[in-house]
């Protein structure tokens, strides 16, 4: 989901207007529409105020959550669940998963170099 779309769903989902959210932040309406159309980006200044009067953290508005981001960039919905299970286990077992994966990574690119 694109900025533009999450500051659209944060605003309706607040029942704010375009109009109300401009006047909170103190900018012309006409810019919320432009954000919300992707035409515009906000000022960091702005951006930190969108946040605020939305109760979400300026991060999320731009980039999303970590799950989006996760699945934008790992393309295997296996391994990705199977990520979001290790998350979920307590942390001396998710040190082991990690150690693990260093061992392996490691040990498969010493054999691409060696190939």
Do not use: C, W
Not at 16 to 29: C, E, F, N, P, Y
Not at 69 to 98: G, W
């Amino acid at each position: 989901m694109a900025f533009k779309d999450r500051l659209k769903q944060e605003r309706t989902g607040k029942g704010l207007s375009q109009s109300k959210l401009a006047d909170i932040v103190g900018v012309h309406v006409t810019n919320i529409s432009r954000y919300e159309r992707g035409e515009n980006k906000p000022t960091t200044e702005v951006l930190s105020k969108l946040a605020n009067a939305l109760s979400v953290s300026a991060d999320f508005l731009m980039s999303g959550t970590i799950e989006e981001n996760a699945t934008k960039s790992i393309s295997d919905k296996e391994l990705l669940e199977q990520f979001k299970k290790v998350e979920q286990l307590p942390n001396q077992k998710k040190l082991l998963v990690k150690e693990f994966l260093d061992a392996f990574i490691m040990k498969a690119e010493l054999q691409s170099k060696f190939v």
